[in-house]
């Protein structure tokens, strides 16, 4: 972390246009928190989404789509949760134990991490007020406790408001790619930072989910982050003829 703030900022937003969000960019585990897992499972799903952090300074550094980046591990907390979701401080996931986090100290988890990360990005949302939020997700092709392929390249979640969701759907599936809706994850359940900074506001927003064997390179980053903003672009435009 930086200054041991739980998040950092790239890039200067220019009001009325493009954002991004990344909740789950980043692995780092303060040496004060151990979580008690083997150090490869950092550079796994459970602890942070794939290739999002390299997508999302490729949109605020090259495309001019400011990002608002988590910089600790979901491991740690959950910040793309609720406060007292019981996953917030997750006790394991997919099928690995966090022993670390059994007995956690939760509430100081919160105090240090989450809330902080929160108020940030309300007060960097209401100087901005973006005509669109981008939030940045990556989904891995198959858990470890499922036989269950994957099959979808990029997906939209939303819970109440699919204004955005629809346009995109329908944008990226223009693009020859196989694009879940709702999928694998539902935003009806799955859609906290969204609900509360955007929906809640009436922001409108596109919730991505990007299979992550499709951003190991930065090639690949660079490609999705300029694809993501031709769409998030286009989605912004159709929303604006639709007031």
């Given at each position: 972390?930086?200054?041991?703030?739980?998040?950092?900022?790239?890039?200067?937003?220019?009001?009325?246009?493009?954002?991004?969000?990344?909740?789950?960019?980043?692995?780092?585990?303060?040496?004060d928190?151990?979580?008690?897992?083997?150090?490869?499972?950092?550079?796994?799903?459970?602890?942070?989404?794939?290739?999002?952090?390299?997508?999302?300074?490729i949109?605020?550094?090259?495309?001019?789509?400011?990002?608002?980046?988590?910089?600790?591990?979901?491991?740690?907390?959950?910040?793309?949760?609720?406060?007292?979701?019981?996953?917030?401080?997750?006790?394991?996931?997919?099928?690995?134990?966090?022993?670390?986090?059994?007995?956690?100290?939760?509430?100081?988890?919160?105090?240090?991490?989450?809330?902080?990360?929160?108020?940030?990005?309300?007060?960097?949302?209401?100087?901005?007020?973006?005509?669109?939020?981008?939030?940045?997700?990556?989904?891995?092709?198959?858990?470890?406790?499922?036989?269950?392929?994957?099959?979808?390249?990029?997906?939209?979640?939303?819970?109440?408001?699919?204004?955005a969701?629809?346009?995109?759907?329908?944008?990226?599936?223009?693009?020859?790619?196989?694009?879940?809706?709702?999928?694998?994850?539902?935003?009806?359940?799955?859609?906290?930072?969204?609900?509360?900074?955007?929906?809640?506001?009436?922001?409108?927003?596109?919730?991505l989910?990007?299979?992550?064997?499709?951003?190991?390179?930065k090639?690949?980053?660079?490609?999705?982050?300029?694809?993501?903003?031709?769409?998030?672009?286009?989605?912004?435009?159709?929303?604006?003829?639709?007031?």
């Open positions: 972390m930086i200054d041991d703030l739980p998040y950092r900022q790239v890039g200067e937003p220019v009001p009325g246009r493009i954002v991004c969000v990344a909740d789950h960019a980043s692995n780092f585990v303060p040496d928190l151990p979580l008690g897992i083997p150090p490869a499972l950092l550079n796994n799903h459970i602890a942070i989404d794939l290739g999002t952090e390299g997508v999302a300074d949109l605020a550094l090259r495309h001019g789509i400011p990002a608002h980046i988590a910089a600790v591990s979901r491991l740690v907390v959950d910040l793309h949760r609720e406060e007292d979701s019981p996953d917030v401080v997750p006790m394991s996931s997919d099928g690995r134990t966090i022993p670390g986090n059994i007995g956690a100290d939760i509430e100081m988890r919160l105090d240090r991490f989450y809330r902080p990360y929160h108020a940030a990005l309300a007060q960097w949302l209401d100087a901005a007020r973006p005509e669109l939020i981008v939030a940045l997700h990556s989904f891995t092709p198959k858990l470890e406790t499922s036989d269950e392929e994957r099959p979808w390249e990029v997906a939209l979640l939303y819970n109440q408001d699919d204004s969701a629809r346009h995109a759907i329908r944008l990226f599936a223009a693009e020859g790619l196989t694009v879940g809706d709702n999928q694998p994850y539902s935003g009806k359940q799955l859609n906290a930072t969204m609900d509360r900074h955007a929906e809640a506001m009436g922001r409108h927003y596109l919730t989910e990007i299979r992550q064997d499709l951003l190991v390179t090639a690949q980053q660079a490609r999705w982050a300029a694809l993501i903003t031709d769409i998030a672009n286009r989605t912004a435009l159709a929303l604006r003829g639709e007031r």
